[in-house]
């Protein structure tokens, strides 16, 4: 008996989906594509789940449901101190304050707006870059934690 170019996965189908066809002997049928086309499709379905769940994990908490930008949270993805770094890629800092005026600027900041946010070891501020030659090319945006 050959199985034609489904091999293996033939033997897990119950016998009720595999067909005879009276001219090869070889199992094939309506059923079988159908079967092959879900497979695909669940295939497809769970790589997609996988990649989104991959990305929803990289964020920080947010308890107070803060108003925080898209930018923003690039920044802080992106900033300059690798534990807040690392803790936005596992999900475990935390947003404590949105987008606000104030504090000590850093080098290459554009201005005292910044977020403040947990890396769960320290307090940090992530600020904008400057639109400087030597600023805009740095890969992290400016931080300070505290």
């Known amino acids: 008996m050959t199985y034609g170019t489904a091999g293996p996965i033939l033997l897990n189908l119950p016998s009720s989906l595999r067909q005879k066809t009276a001219r090869s002997g070889e199992e094939q049928g309506p059923m079988i594509a159908s079967y092959r086309k879900a497979l695909a499709v669940a295939a497809l379905a769970a790589a997609a789940i996988c990649t989104a769940a991959a990305s929803a994990e990289a964020a920080c908490l947010n308890p107070d449901t803060l108003n925080i930008s898209s930018a923003w949270r690039r920044r802080t993805a992106n900033a300059d101190n690798q534990t807040l770094r690392d803790a936005y890629a596992n999900g475990t800092c935390t947003w404590i304050a949105a987008p606000h005026e104030g504090g000590h600027r850093p ?23 400057q639109n400087t030659p030597a600023c805009r090319d740095m890969d992290y945006f400016p931080a300070t934690c505290l």
């Open 107 to 129: 080098a290459c900041a554009a201005g005292t707006l910044h977020v403040t946010v947990s890396n769960g070891v320290r307090t940090c501020h992530v600020f904008r870059k």
